[in-house]
């Protein structure tokens, strides 16, 4: 295959990014390459808003062809949670032909080295960057994310996360020299040598299982993390939002073929309705890398079932905030309230359970009892979304019917203290677009217990009275150890408090975020600078990104000649 793109010609293009990135993973500084104003966009650095638009509106209803090996058929029913039919169809794999052609792909990529592969990654996320209005568009539109939040979370910071996973995988690579002498003396003998060569072999196929809510900037991390290591990968994106992955699998064949390589290294597997083709890829022999966001049954059935694979989980957790005081009482609520609104508490690291002492806390607008908290958070969220242009702006839509039926179950469960609204949207009258719905709950009864202790993934959140704060840390501990969180918040201005509850966040292996009270959130991270989950509670297995997340995706080989 005639190569249009040279390894020269990439190192030239992206290798000071890569030494940049690899530079912020190790001191952890902000760092992006990857502008998120929309407005950065244009006049020769990518596709302009307009630009941008069209090319999503180009994509409707039409076939979105690859050119990939074994196709069989051609399948999609993406609808738009803000209402319009997206009537894209996808080509459906015969995984028998597929499979196959992608393992063929494995030898050539495998011994272009790490360093080619790391380039040919960054060519991919820049002309993905360069697209980055055309993604928006495809993120909004499956995710329900409003199009602010779908242009930079799934878009320039998605692509962080991909950079960061390829600046991981190059430094584990690279770890071990390409080869070594090795000289043992043998005191009057001649001394002992070889000639030691070292190839980083990757695992296998690897299967992406993309999540409806983050498909971009959930997927990004093992996508790049696989293909760096030199493994395949084959793309099975949620059924509700394939678009923004079938994107990325068409520009990185694009860039395979250009510079050389086998396409197939890349591949979409778009699944038929109720097909269940995550689950049977899953099980196969060829498939030998997993990563996978969603719930917890799916993903605690990949890592007791896909025994073949490394599988990386990212699945289900009861986020927590223990609130015991504040120096900074009103910047406290302002930051709750945006941190439970944004995308509808859609995130897997919105905070669902708020523990607040039953006596009251200390803070600097004086004592405010129980009530006083959970009346004044309320009314900070009323007042974030009481504008509507602002609410749907920060809201988004409701990304499925699931999440709408746990929300209008929730006023069932305790006694509501900020009712969900509804929410019309100037420009997609058939959108869903509904506030949070904030519901106290007394935590020493056992019927609170079954509520908190679920998680209900959404708009919801649960006020839940403790008799102290030291029972609030231990309930932290118990959610923690118990279901597992992705993220923990924490308002003190006790050190002994923040002492015990980092104490417990440090046993429990959990992320802490302590008296968050500015343009910080809690359930927002940033590349190269924060880890996102530890893996090392029940909600995920794995944290993007650190050593240990592309460290297993491929082995060492030792070849010993004499010298």
Same mark, same amino acid.
């Given at each position: 295959m005639a190569a249009e793109l040279s390894a020269a010609q990439l190192i030239e293009r992206h290798r000071a990014t890569l030494d940049k990135a690899l530079q912020a993973i190790r001191t952890r500084e902000y760092w992006s390459p990857y502008p998120e104003h929309p407005k950065a966009y244009g006049d020769g650095s990518g596709m302009d808003a307009a630009e941008g638009k069209a090319a999503f509106e180009a994509l409707l209803g039409r076939r979105f062809d690859l050119d990939q090996t074994g196709t069989d058929d051609w399948t999609g029913a993406e609808a738009s949670p803000y209402g319009i039919e997206l009537g894209i169809s996808y080509p459906h794999p015969d995984v028998d032909a597929l499979l196959p052609a992608m393992r063929a792909a494995i030898p050539r990529w495998r011994e272009a080295g790490a360093e080619t592969r790391a380039m040919v990654c960054l060519e991919v996320l820049a002309r993905i960057n360069a697209a980055s209005h055309e993604f928006a568009h495809a993120v909004m539109h499956t995710t329900g994310q409003a199009f602010t939040m779908a242009f930079q979370a799934g878009g320039p910071h998605a692509q962080d996360r991909g950079l960061e996973a390829v600046a991981y995988a190059y430094e584990e690579q690279t770890r071990v020299p390409g080869g070594a002498e090795w000289v043992k003396p043998q005191g009057k003998r001649d001394p002992l040598r070889l000639r030691t060569t070292f190839t980083p072999v990757p695992r296998g196929v690897a299967l992406l299982i993309g999540c409806n809510t983050f498909p971009t900037w959930n997927g990004f991390p093992g996508l790049f993390a696989s293909l760096a290591t030199g493994n395949p990968v084959l793309v099975k994106p949620h059924p509700r939002a394939v678009l923004p992955l079938a994107l990325t699998v068409r520009l990185a064949r694009e /860039?395979?073929?250009?510079?050389?390589?086998?396409?197939?290294? &890349?591949?979409?597997?778009?699944? *038929?309705?109720? +097909? %269940?083709?995550?689950?049977?890829?899953? /099980? *196969?022999?060829?498939? *030998?890398?997993?990563?996978?966001?969603?719930? =917890?049954?799916?993903?605690?059935? #990949?890592?007791?079932?896909?025994? !073949?694979? !490394? @599988?990386?989980?990212?699945?289900? %957790?009861?986020?927590? @905030?223990?609130?015991?005081?504040?120096?900074?009482?009103?910047?406290?609520?302002?930051? $709750?309230?945006?941190? #439970?609104? $944004?995308?509808?508490g859609q995130m897997c690291t919105t905070p669902q359970n708020l523990l607040i002492p039953r006596g009251g806390i200390d803070t600097d607008a004086g004592h405010k009892s129980y009530d006083d908290v959970v009346a004044d958070l309320a009314a900070a969220v009323e007042g974030l979304l009481g504008d509507d242009a602002r609410a749907n702006a920060l809201l988004g839509a409701i990304v499925n019917p699931q999440v709408l039926e746990r929300l209008e179950a929730a006023p069932s469960l305790g006694s509501v203290a900020l009712a969900s609204r509804t929410v019309a949207h100037p420009e997609f009258p058939d959108a869903v677009v509904r506030t949070p719905v904030i519901v106290s709950l007394d935590g020493a009864k056992p019927d609170a217990e079954a509520a908190y202790l679920s998680e209900c993934f959404g708009p919801v959140s649960f006020a839940v009275a403790v008799d102290s704060t030291a029972d609030a840390t231990e309930l932290l501990r118990r959610t923690i150890r118990e279901k597992g969180a992705m993220t923990v918040g924490a308002y003190t201005t006790s050190p002994e408090v923040e002492r015990a509850i980092e104490e &417990?966040?440090? +046993?429990?292996?959990? !992320? $802490?975020?302590?008296? $968050? =009270?500015?343009?910080?959130? /809690?359930?927002? =991270?940033?590349?190269?600078?924060?880890?996102? %989950? =530890?893996?090392?509670?029940p909600a995920a297995n794995a944290a993007l990104c650190d050593g240990a997340f592309v460290a297993s995706r491929f082995r060492t080989v030792e070849v010993r000649r004499p010298q």
């Open positions: /860039v395979l073929a250009e510079a050389g390589f086998d396409p197939n290294l &890349v591949c979409l597997a778009a699944e *038929r309705p109720d +097909e %269940g083709l995550a689950k049977s890829l899953a /099980v *196969r022999p060829e498939i *030998r890398i997993i990563d996978y966001t969603g719930s =917890t049954a799916f993903g605690d059935w #990949l890592e007791a079932n896909a025994r !073949q694979a !490394q @599988v990386f989980t990212e699945k289900a %957790g009861v986020n927590t @905030v223990v609130i015991d005081s504040t120096d900074n009482y009103r910047g406290m609520l302002s930051n $709750l309230a945006f941190a #439970l609104s $944004l995308y509808s &417990v966040c440090v +046993e429990e292996l959990a !992320q $802490l975020s302590l008296n $968050l =009270t500015g343009g910080v959130y /809690v359930n927002q =991270t940033a590349a190269f600078a924060d880890f996102h %989950g =530890t893996g090392g509670n």
